[in-house]
C-alpha cells in the first residue's frame, strides 16, 4: 500500500511536468507568477513579499544559472544557427519550426521552476506561524488526554487513524500544489498550518487511554 502511495506521487509530479513542458503555454505562466506575485504582495505586505522574492531570485540564480544548468539545457536540446548549418543531416532531419518549438518548452520548464522558487520563498515566511498555531493545539491536546486518561470520557482510535492518514497526505498536497500551473492564494500555507495543528491535535488527543 505504501508503495502503491509512493508511485501514485511520483506519476502525479510526472503529469505536472509533462503539462509544463508539453502542454502548458509561457505566457499562460508568465500570467500565473503574475498573478500570484499581485496577490502576495496584497496578502504579506510589499516588505515580506519583496524579501521572498530577493530570495526567491538568489536561488534560482544560485542553483541554475551559475552552475550552468540551465543555458547548457538550451545548448544541448537548442543548436545554434551555426551548429545547424554546419550538420547538413540535422538541418534535413528536423521541421523548421522543431527547434523553436523545444525552445519554447524550455522556457515553460524554467518559468515552471522559478515560479516553484518563489512559491517555496514564500511559504518559508510562514514557518514561525507553525509554532504559533501547533503548540497550543498540541498542549491542549496532552491536557485533553490527560483528563481522559483519569475519567470516563472515550477516545476514538477511528479518528485518531483518519487524522494520522490525513496530515501525510496535506504535506504531499502542499507539494503537489507548488507545481500546479494556475494562481495559488498566499493564504493557502496557513490555512494548511492550522489544519496541520488541528489533525495534530486528534492524533493526540485520541490517543489509547492506556497502553
Known amino acids: 500500500?505504501?508503495?502503491?502511495?509512493?508511485?501514485?506521487?511520483?506519476?502525479?509530479?510526472?503529469?505536472?511536468?509533462?503539462?509544463?513542458?508539453?502542454?502548458?503555454?509561457?505566457?499562460?505562466?508568465?500570467?500565473?507568477?503574475t498573478s500570484e506575485r499581485a496577490a502576495t504582495y496584497e496578502f504579506l505586505g510589499k516588505g515580506n513579499a519583496?524579501?521572498?522574492?530577493?530570495?526567491?531570485?538568489?536561488?534560482?540564480?544560485w542553483a541554475f544559472v551559475d552552475t550552468g544548468i540551465q543555458a547548457q539545457s538550451f545548448r544541448?536540446?537548442?543548436?545554434?544557427?551555426?551548429?545547424?548549418?554546419?550538420?547538413?543531416?540535422?538541418?534535413?532531419?528536423?521541421?523548421?519550426?522543431?527547434?523553436?518549438?523545444?525552445e519554447g518548452r524550455l522556457r515553460a520548464f524554467w518559468t515552471m521552476v522559478y515560479g516553484v522558487t518563489q512559491r517555496v520563498s514564500s511559504g518559508m515566511l510562514w514557518w514561525p506561524f507553525i509554532l504559533i498555531t501547533l503548540v497550543p493545539f498540541l498542549v491542549d491536546a496532552f491536557v485533553t488526554r490527560k483528563i481522559k486518561k483519569t475519567s470516563f470520557a472515550l477516545t476514538s482510535p477511528?479518528?485518531?487513524?483518519?487524522?494520522?492518514?490525513?496530515?501525510?497526505?496535506?504535506?504531499?498536497?502542499?507539494?503537489?500544489?507548488?507545481?500546479?500551473?494556475?494562481?495559488?492564494?498566499?493564504?493557502?500555507?496557513?490555512?494548511?498550518?492550522?489544519?496541520?495543528?488541528?489533525?495534530?491535535?486528534v492524533v493526540v488527543a485520541h490517543f489509547v487511554k492506556r497502553g
Open 1 to 33: 500500500m505504501k508503495d502503491k502511495g509512493w508511485f501514485l506521487l511520483m506519476l502525479l509530479v510526472f503529469v505536472h511536468l509533462l503539462l509544463y513542458t508539453v502542454i502548458i503555454p509561457e505566457g499562460w505562466l508568465q500570467r500565473v507568477l
Open 50 to 61: 519583496q524579501y521572498a522574492e530577493a530570495r526567491a531570485a538568489d536561488l534560482f540564480t
Open 76 to 102: 544541448t536540446f537548442v543548436p545554434t544557427p551555426e551548429q545547424r548549418a554546419n550538420d547538413g543531416a540535422m538541418a534535413e532531419a528536423s521541421s523548421p519550426g522543431l527547434f523553436s518549438w523545444v
Open 158 to 201: 477511528h479518528m485518531q487513524g483518519l487524522a494520522t492518514r490525513a496530515i501525510p497526505l496535506i504535506i504531499i498536497g502542499y507539494f503537489l500544489l507548488l507545481f500546479v500551473p494556475l494562481s495559488v492564494s498566499p493564504i493557502v500555507v496557513p490555512a494548511l498550518m492550522v489544519a496541520t495543528s488541528a489533525l495534530s491535535w
